[in-house]
């Protein structure tokens, strides 16, 4: 079992410091679930499949990530909230390099 520090700011702009696993094949999105930190149902809609733009959030660090996929920059593109450092958490897959990160859930689409 192997964790990461992960920094996640909630829609409500509160500051939470969490451990990830890197060996669970776990993404952001799912950890965001997994601690609770956004309501049931405004989080992780589609499952994962870049496909609602619920698990936006925006990258305050300057981690490297792995480049989006055309299913991730299509659904930014129609995304509201967006910003430059936007991703879906969802795509983003929780590994050792990404110790220290820092994140901000965008707000929820209505
Ligand atoms: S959970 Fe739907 S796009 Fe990430």
């Not at 969490?18 to 609770?36: H, I, K, S």
């Not at 733009?53 to 996929?69: F, G, I, T």
Request: charged fraction near 30%; glycine fraction near 6%; aromatic fraction near 4%.
């Amino acid at each position: 079992m192997s964790d990461i520090k992960i920094k996640i700011t909630d829609r409500d702009g509160v500051l939470h410091e969490v451990d990830a696993p890197t060996d669970m094949n776990m993404n952001l999105m799912e950890v965001v679930r997994t601690y609770e930190l956004a309501p049931e149902g405004t989080i992780g809609i589609c499952g994962g499949m870049a496909m609602c733009a619920s698990c936006q959030c925006y990258v305050k660090s300057d981690h490297e990530l792995p480049e989006k996929s055309d299913d991730e920059e299509a659904m930014l593109a129609e995304a509201f909230f967006v910003e430059d450092n936007s991703r879906l958490g969802c795509q983003i897959h929780i590994s050792p390099e990404l110790e220290g990160l820092e994140v901000e859930l965008a707000p929820e689409e209505q």
